[in-house]
């Protein structure tokens, strides 16, 4: 990991008063990797990973730093290069216990086996607290919508794990998904979040986006002029110069919402 070094201004997050909306990311903002299929993936090889699903969320963040890193060193990076997820597996399985002798074996074994799957069986660990911030945010009359690096089914997965869903219904509404699987733009390019702001009616300095990741999350939404925060629950980020905060659970407190019962 490159040494890290705080920066001398940190950042400010805006008032709501400038705000005029909120757009979050899915992926490492709402769910995650599910401890089953990776156990069941390791297992075959013999290995022994832990069952708590904490070490795996822990285990996402480290694999998003060694991206940052990553980046830091050779510069903007495709979102769909394997050398950059291969950054991020090798990163995560190390921080789950791998030995460093089996990394690459048990990486390329794990993509594969998770390759056979849906997104939504594997990135199935719902962020609870992250869940609760957002209905929050919702609640409080802040128009809110996702754009999201997925595989043309994030809408379908925000239903099925209870997060929110566009339009009317049980769960708590949003105003639109953007799906890089469905437009054929991806994050970091700032053209994907375009279709957002245009069914929110708001310009990008006044939207608020919220993710997980500095290459395509951090980058992408300050190249199309948004303010955007990076969840950085472990502090791994600390040398950065952009707005961070633990989870949607603290945003919904600096936002002045109520709590939900």
């Known amino acids: 990991m490159i040494e890290q070094r705080r920066p001398a201004h940190p950042p400010v997050l805006p008032d709501r008063s400038a705000l005029d909306a909120v ?19 390791l297992g075959e090889l013999g290995l022994d990973v832990p069952a708590d699903p904490q070490h795996y969320r822990r285990a996402h963040h480290h694999g998003v730093r060694a991206m940052s890193d990553l980046v830091v060193r050779t510069g903007p990076v495709d979102e769909y290069d394997p050398h950059l ?27 594969a086996a998770a390759a056979t799957l849906p ?95 500095v290459h395509a999350d951090v980058h992408g939404a300050t190249a199309a002029g948004m303010p955007v925060i990076q969840l950085d629950p472990y502090q791994l980020h600390t040398d950065h110069d952009h707005l961070r905060l633990p989870d949607l659970t603290a945003l919904a407190d600096l936002l002045g919402t109520a709590t939900t019962s």
Not at 23 to 39: A, I, L, Q, S, W
Not at 86 to 105: S, T
Request: proline share 7%; glycine share 10%.
């Open 23 to 41: 757009v979050f990311d899915v992926g490492g903002v709402f769910v995650m990797r599910h401890p089953e299929p990776v156990r069941t993936a």
């Open 85 to 111: 997820w291969r950054y991020w597996e090798l990163a995560y399985l190390r921080h789950l216990g791998v030995p460093e002798d089996r990394l690459e074996e048990a990486a390329h074994h794990l993509v």
């Open 119 to 213: 997104v939504a069986q594997v990135w199935r660990l719902v962020l609870a607290e992250n869940v609760e911030g957002l209905h929050r945010i919702i609640a409080s009359g802040m128009p809110v919508a996702v754009v999201s690096n997925n595989d043309g089914t994030a809408e379908e997965q925000l239903r099925l794990f209870g997060v929110c869903q566009v339009g009317p219904g049980p769960l708590p509404s949003i105003t639109c998904v953007v799906d890089s699987g469905v437009v054929g733009v991806a994050k970091p390019d700032p053209t994907i979040f375009a279709p957002a702001l245009a069914a929110l009616g708001t310009v990008a300095a006044r939207t608020l986006y919220v993710g997980d990741t």
